[in-house]
T-cell receptor, first 111, second 121 residues
Framework: EDQVTQSPEALRLQEGESSSLNCSYT??????LFWYRQDPGKGPEFLFT???AGEEKEKERLKATLTKKESFLHITAPKPEDSATYLC????????????FGTGTRLTVIP | KAGVTQTPRYLIKTRGQQVTLSCSPI?????VSWYQQTPGQGLQFLFEYFSETQRNKGNFPGRFSGRQFSNSRSEMNVSTLELGDSALYLC????????????????????FGPGTRLTVL
């Protein structure tokens, strides 16, 4: 059964204090791994798609990496506006298009 | 390009009623998926439509249904509402690449709308 586990559940950082969020996954053949950011009361905002182990993608202060068992979202020198819930999801090679989501990491960046 | 739009943004209903939610995908996107988000269960897949056909369905009761129109717009319906149906309902659209799903690069990135907040009293 497809499974996605995100850790930690919540993370508080001082502004400028870099850290990483973890997403461990089990899927019957990975088609893609996705990172989204979600602000309270809003829909998830797409950040990255990773397709295969060893792949890395960057966007501003965020960098996503992928191995065969997990993905990391590295946040470098975060700012208060980076505060949000970060969601990880996987898509399996079953022909179905649906995403299987983890429960997210709630990030708070303190000025 | 305009993003995914959903209407209405907020709904309050009572138990036993039914509700219809609407989603307009990004222009050119032919796949629309629906998800339910609750604090206890997180984001859970409801169903996916492509070219007016339901391609995939999640583990939800038959009270949850949907359809897609020829312009790719989609609606979902929930009949006989229960208190537990209170949730944020999210619609996501994606374009299908030409690659078969089994090949790397064939992942279908989904772009989400703002959601419809349904409260059942």
């Amino acid at each position: 059964e497809d499974q996605v586990t995100q850790s930690p559940e919540a993370l508080r950082l001082q502004e400028g204090e870099s850290s990483s969020l973890n997403c461990s996954y089990t899927v019957s053949g990975l088609r893609g791994l996705f990172w989204y950011r979600q602000d309270p009361g809003k829909g998830p905002e797409f950040l990255f798609t990773l397709y295969s182990a060893g792949e890395e993608k960057e966007k501003e202060r965020l960098k996503a990496t992928l191995t065969k068992k997990e993905s990391f979202l590295h946040i470098t020198a975060p700012k208060p506006e980076d505060s949000a819930t970060y969601l990880c999801a996987v898509q399996a090679r079953t022909g179905a298009n649906n995403l299987f989501f983890g429960t997210g990491t709630r990030l708070t960046v303190i000025p | 390009k305009a993003g995914v739009t959903q209407t209405p943004r907020y709904l309050i209903k009572t138990r036993g009623q039914q509700v219809t939610l609407s989603c307009s995908p990004i222009s050119g996107h032919r796949s629309v998926s629906w998800y339910q988000q609750t604090p206890g269960q997180g984001l859970q897949f409801l169903f996916e439509y492509f070219s007016e056909t339901q391609r995939n369905k999640g583990n939800f009761p038959g009270r949850f249904s949907g359809r897609q129109f020829s312009n790719s717009r989609s609606e979902m319906n929930v009949s006989t509402l229960e208190l537990g149906d209170s949730a944020l309902y999210l619609c996501a659209s994606s374009s299908y690449p030409d690659l078969p799903p089994g090949l790397a690069g064939g992942a279908h990135t989904q772009y989400f709308g703002p959601g419809t907040r349904l409260t059942v009293l």
